[in-house]
């Protein structure tokens, strides 16, 4: 069951809490590349139809605040 708007928006504010940390404990972006996926997949996981969108560009916009660009695919 997709979680509600509100509960997303707690697990995203989380979210932006742990990047800096992550940022800090990571050797390199390589590293902090696949800790970010555990921490967004679920995230985007518990989204329904109707949030998925908006939590995919809070998540962007996390990673712009934080001056990153993902790698390319």
């Not at 939590?55 to 605040?65: D, G, N, R």
Request: proline share 10%.
């Amino acid at each position: 069951m997709p979680k509600s708007h509100d509960e997303l928006q707690i697990a995203l504010n989380r979210l932006l809490l742990q990047v800096p940390r992550l940022m800090r404990q990571s050797r390199d972006r390589d590293d902090f590349w696949p800790m970010f996926a555990a921490l967004t997949n679920p995230i985007l996981d518990s989204a329904g139809p109707d949030d998925f969108d908006w939590v995919s560009s809070q998540i962007t916009a996390i990673l712009q605040s934080n001056r990153l660009t993902p790698p390319e695919a």
